[in-house]
């Protein structure tokens, strides 16, 4: 777990070796205690160096050993040690020195970093925050404004910026460890009581009050309900107000407190989770480490609307070179022109030069004949879409793969259309898809393992969080709003405002409530899908009765709001008005008050007081009911991958971990209870019936979520 050897006759170098990311499990403590006492122990070494095997400094505390009893030495002490001893202590950082392993960085009495190395203090993404004298030390070196800003984003920096904040004393592009056992040997006979961080006074501004009042106000509106930013604050005030000794132990209480919170566990979850949705599985028995992927050098996107610039965007940003398709001459320019300006932003960010010469703009297919993938974006029309597909199976080489970016149409369907089915797969980005994280990989039932390997990792290479779904209307994302949008509009019938209802779901720490959302991805969407499925519209029968479609209820109000030409942000007009089109300034309306009133009237409705308690449940178990059908159908493999499609794609709070965490959270006891309440009072709601899978969980004793694949596993694969 460390490797101990003497080099240049009298520098230690004390190896961490524990692959993949050289965590601080407990053998990888207990290793550095034993070798700091060796190496301070023994007259021949003068100076110590502390490097990571396979050029990674260290990930930090081993974060699967959270879950269980303290084992092996702490790592205070153990670190105290490291920068009280008497020998010079080098830090030879390459790769990454993160939580922990930034913290082990911060006792030595000085670090060397490799120029592509990243430093960082992720803690407060876990629920947690540096426990390891972090928060004391980093304020005393650094400053407070500095140290609150790195801990309470858990950003990492890159050694370029650590050797600008002082937290580094020199970047190489040479090999880390050779540079600092030079330095170690050339430090030898230089005192070391300036070189003990803990032992600095902290640097504070003259108005440190103020400042600190002013980072909580703006932390804590950003942390939407999450507590580890705040105590990540309190834990530096107390690096400006208290010496080391009493700073470290608050530093520990407040650790205390966060690490046995629902929060850290739930952060912990969507830690692993996003590695789990990375490792997918098919039932051939074809999975994510025994296909390979193809090579992708050269791509098509057709259609340059909302999507498809984003999409291009992304493809370009990591060098792959794209023809971009549009169906007329104006449409293809303000596309190239949007794309270009987004590309020089990016650029211009960077201080490097756009990467334009990877990119074509045409208006024929027959340009695509030599690409190896083509990504299309034509608008969510079938036909439109299946022309669009026979076009390609004629024009492109048998070897090109083609996606769809369908928000939910059969991708089979379009398979079919082709002379390749097997080649065909979803790519389902999320607006703007050039800033969001998700991609859903939509796998046909013919979709070979090399296409959906070939999608996976292209959308790891684009920087995305690929999650591979079945191929369902929706697919999963999609099709589990539907409910969750249902009981919104529901609960407006009833009484409650879209105020009250966003507030309440933004209290609970979305990044947007249900009804500012559709404002901002546009009401006219979901009214087109709504018409084509024959809910809506002139043809609909004068006969069907009012609030009810298809044998269940139906409510209206979203149509009636589209009528009127409010289509949300871009008219200016939607749930809520808008300073002018395009306006972010979300204001209540009169006007939809009154149609609300008025509407309540017409069909009778008495409304009644909703509590916020109420529509949490409402809107978020319907959600995750569907995504327990979801999981019965096959069309999710696992619950952590509907999670991580909610976190990466939805807004939905990580703190909360996710519909399916938080139902787990809740107590599926009471999920289930609440459902059947629920679906007692509206019988006509059939997404409020709660789904077996949920039933059959609860009869087995509520597992916990990672169990869950044990009482699914029987059940049919989509994938
Ligand atoms: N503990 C345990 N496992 C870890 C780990 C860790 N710290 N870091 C990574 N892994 C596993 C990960 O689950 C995956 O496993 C594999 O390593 C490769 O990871 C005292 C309390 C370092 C930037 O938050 O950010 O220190 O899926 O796929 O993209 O104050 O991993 O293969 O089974 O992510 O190259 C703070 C977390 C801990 C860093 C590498 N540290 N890690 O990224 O590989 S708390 C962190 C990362 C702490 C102290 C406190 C990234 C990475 P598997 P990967 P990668
Ligand atoms: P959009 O209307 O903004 O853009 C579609 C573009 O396709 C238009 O510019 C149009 O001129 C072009 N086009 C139409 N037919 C074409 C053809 N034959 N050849 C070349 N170009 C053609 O639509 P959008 O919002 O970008 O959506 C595109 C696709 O992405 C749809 O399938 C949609 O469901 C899906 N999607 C949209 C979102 C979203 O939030 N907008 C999110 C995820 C997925």
New binding site residues.
């Given amino acids: 777990m460390a490797r101990y050897e003497l080099v240049k006759r009298s520098v230690a170098l004390i190896t961490l070796t524990n692959p ?2 050289n ?1 601080l499990s407990s053998a990888v403590r207990h290793a550095i205690a034993k070798s700091m006492e060796h190496a301070l122990n023994d007259p021949k070494v003068t100076a110590v160096v502390i490097y990571g095997e396979n050029g990674r400094f260290c ?6 050993e959270f879950a269980g009893p303290l084992r092996g030495p702490p ?1 205070v002490p153990l670190l105290d040690a490291i920068e009280a001893g008497e020998k010079p202590v080098v830090a030879a950082i390459e790769g ?1 020195a ?3 392993g930034f ?1 082990l960085a911060l006792v030595c009495h000085y670090r060397i970093a490799h120029f592509k190395a990243r430093l960082g203090l ?2 407060v993404t ?1 629920g ?1 925050l ?3 004298g ?1 928060t004391q030390r980093l304020p005393r070196l650094i400053g407070i404004p500095a140290a609150l800003e790195l801990i309470t984003t858990g950003r990492h920096i890159s050694a370029q910026e650590a050797l600008k904040l002082g937290i580094v004393d020199q970047v190489t592009e040479q090999n880390a460890c050779e540079v600092a056992v030079e330095f170690a040997l050339r430090a030898v006979a230089k005192p070391l009581s300036s070189r003990r961080v803990s032992t600095l006074t902290t640097p504070c501004p003259p108005d440190l009050d103020a400042l600190l009042e002013a980072v909580t106000m703006q932390v804590k509106k950003k942390a939407r309900g999450a507590m580890a930013p705040l105590a990540c604050v309190q834990a530096v005030r107390a690096a400006a107000t208290m010496p080391y000794s009493k700073g470290i132990k608050r530093e520990s209480e407040l650790m205390a407190t966060l690490f046995n919170s629902g929060q850290a566990r739930a952060l912990q979850y969507c830690f ?1 989770a996003q ?1 789990t949705a990375g490792k997918w599985t098919l039932p051939s028995g074809a999975q994510w480490n025994n296909s390979k992927p193809r090579e992708i050098r050269r791509a098509a996107v057709i259609g340059l609307g909302t999507m498809g610039r984003g999409i291009v965007v992304s493809l370009a940003r990591v060098g792959i070179s794209v023809i971009a398709v549009e169906s007329e001459k104006k449409l293809l320019e303000t596309g190239k022109q949007m794309v270009i300006g987004m590309l020089e932003r990016d650029a211009k960010r960077q201080g490097v030069s756009a990467s334009l010469n990877l990119l074509k703009f045409t208006l024929s297919l027959q340009d695509l004949k030599d690409v190896d993938i083509v990504i299309e974006a034509v608008f969510e029309d079938m036909a439109l879409k299946k022309h669009v597909f026979q076009e390609l199976s004629k024009v492109c080489r048998p070897a090109t793969l083609l996606c769809s970016n369908t928000s939910g149409l059969d991708v089979d369907a379009l398979a079919g259309v082709t002379d390749r089915p097997h080649l065909v797969v979803g790519m389902h980005f999320f607006s703007p898809a050039h800033v969001m994280k998700l991609l859903e990989v939509v796998c046909g039932p013919r979709s070979s393992s090399e296409t959906i390997a070939t999608a996976m990792s292209l959308g790891k290479r684009m920087g995305k969080v690929s999650v591979a779904v079945g191929n369902c209307p929706g697919f999963v994302g999609n099709r589990m709003l539907k409910p969750y949008l249902d009981q919104a509009t529901f609960l407006l019938e009833e009484g409650a405002t879209p105020e009250q209802i966003d507030k309440a779901l933004e209290d609970f720490g979305f990044a947007m409530g249900v009804f500012r959302m559709s404002d901002l991805a546009g009401l006219d969407v979901g009214w087109r899908v709504r018409k084509e499925s024959g809910l809506t519209g002139p043809d609909i029968d004068p006969k069907n009765p009012p609030r009810r479609r298809q044998g269940h209820r139906y409510c209206p109000i979203p149509d009636m709001v589209c009528e009127q030409g409010r289509f949300g942000q871009k008219t200016g007009r939607g749930w809520y008005m808008y300073d002018s089109p395009g306006g972010t300034n979300a204001k209540s309306d009169p006007l939809i008050q009154n149609l609300l009133e008025m509407y309540r009237s017409r069909y009778g409705i008495q409304p009644r007081n909703i509590s916020d308690q109420e529509i949490i449940e409402r809107c978020l178990f319907a959600l995750a009911n569907e995504g327990f059908r979801i999981l019965e159908d096959g069309i999710a493999a696992r619950p952590e991958d509907i999670d991580v499609i909610y976190l990466f794609g939805y807004g939905f709070p990580r703190h909360r971990g996710g519909p399916m965490f938080y139902a787990s959270m809740v107590g599926l006891e009471r999920v289930l209870e609440r459902l059947e309440h629920y679906h007692q009072a509206h019988p006509d709601v059939p997404h409020l019936e709660p789904s077996p899978l949920l039933k059959k969980l609860v009869a087995c004793g509520s597992p916990p979520v990672q169990n869950w694949r044990e009482h699914i596993k029987t059940m049919h694969s989509h994938l």
């Fill in positions: 993949p990311v965590a990930g930090g505390a081993d974060i699967r790592l990454v993160l939580g922990g913290e992720p803690e876990l947690i540096p426990a390891a972090g692993f590695r």
